[in-house]
C-alpha cells in the first residue's frame, strides 16, 4: 500500500493562492488515482478534486471549479493542488488519498490517506 504524505499548508490571507504536495512511497506511485479531500472544522469530510493515475482524468467539487488545479508528476511522485483565490470558506484541514483504480469522489473508497495539512485563509 502506498503510504502519502501532505505538505504546503499555511495561513494567508484571503485571495491568496497556495500549492499543497501529496507525495507518495512505498508502491509504485503510477498505480494510483488520488484524491484531495478537506475537512473543516465541526464538518465533515469533502470532496475537493480528483486526478487519475495517468493524470488523464481530473475532476472537482463545484465550489472548486476554476480557482483549483490537481495535477501530478508521477516521476516525482507527487500530486500537486494548486489553490486560487482562496476565501475564509476554503479554511480546513486538507487530506490527500490513494486507491488502486479509477479516481473518485467518494472517501470511502480510497484505500491510504495522508496526515492532513492544515489551510488557514483569513479576511
Known amino acids: 500500500q502506498v503510504q502519502l504524505v501532505e505538505s504546503g499548508g499555511g495561513l494567508v490571507q484571503a485571495g491568496s493562492s497556495l500549492r499543497l504536495s501529496c507525495i507518495g512511497s512505498?508502491?509504485?506511485?503510477?498505480?494510483?488515482?488520488v484524491g484531495w479531500f478537506r475537512q473543516a472544522p465541526g464538518k465533515e469530510r469533502e470532496f475537493v478534486a480528483t486526478?487519475?493515475?495517468?493524470?488523464?482524468?481530473?475532476d472537482y467539487a463545484d465550489s472548486v471549479k476554476g480557482r483549483f488545479s490537481v495535477s501530478r508528476d508521477n516521476a516525482k511522485r507527487t500530486v500537486y493542488l494548486q489553490m486560487d483565490s482562496l476565501t475564509p470558506e476554503n479554511t480546513a484541514v486538507y487530506y490527500c488519498?490513494?486507491?488502486?483504480?479509477?479516481?473518485?469522489?467518494?472517501?470511502?473508497?480510497?484505500?491510504?490517506w495522508g496526515q492532513g495539512t492544515q489551510v488557514t485563509v483569513s479576511s
Open positions: 488519498a490513494g486507491r488502486r483504480g479509477t479516481s473518485a469522489k467518494t472517501a470511502a473508497v480510497y484505500e491510504a
Open positions: 512505498g508502491r509504485p506511485f503510477g498505480w494510483y488515482a
Open positions: 486526478i487519475s493515475a495517468g493524470a488523464a482524468v481530473t
